[in-house]
């Protein structure tokens, strides 16, 4: 299996720019797609961004094309989330997860998840 920690959460004002990092544990690292989830209290599990696992395929959902941009790093075993432009509506737990997919944007599809890192944007 895979382990998954996610870092760089924290607070942030309204417009302001956050970086995270999940780093993922195993030698086959470039064999899952990873992806951005993301849970506010009350609320369902939310679709953030997908990577395939070759790297040369993103997915948005369209509440964060054009702020976020997800990446990855294979020698160094880390996908990243770049959150630019961030709201209020930004906050929530945002968790880290693999799939032994090609590309997967659907919860089912995700085979392992991080502990989450929580951000908080402020008004």
């Known amino acids: 299996q895979v382990q998954l920690v996610e870092s760089g959460g924290g607070l942030v004002q309204a417009g302001g720019s956050l970086r995270l990092s999940c780093a993922a544990s195993?030698?086959?690292?470039?064999?899952?797609?990873m992806g951005w989830f993301r849970q506010a209290p009350g609320k369902e599990r939310e679709f953030v961004a997908a990577?395939?696992?070759?790297?040369?395929?993103?997915d948005y959902p369209d509440s964060v094309k054009g702020r976020f941009t997800i990446s990855r790093d294979d020698a160094k075993n880390t996908v990243y989330l770049q959150m630019n432009s961030l709201k209020p509506e930004d906050t929530a737990v945002y968790y880290c997860?693999?799939?032994?997919?090609?590309?997967?944007?659907?919860?089912?599809?995700?085979?392992?998840w991080g502990q989450g890192t929580q951000v908080t944007v402020s008004s």
């Open positions: 990577i395939s696992w070759t790297g040369g395929t993103t």
């Open positions: 195993g030698r086959a690292f470039s064999s899952y797609a």
């Open positions: 997860a693999a799939a032994l997919r090609p590309i997967a944007t659907m919860t089912y599809e995700y085979d392992y």
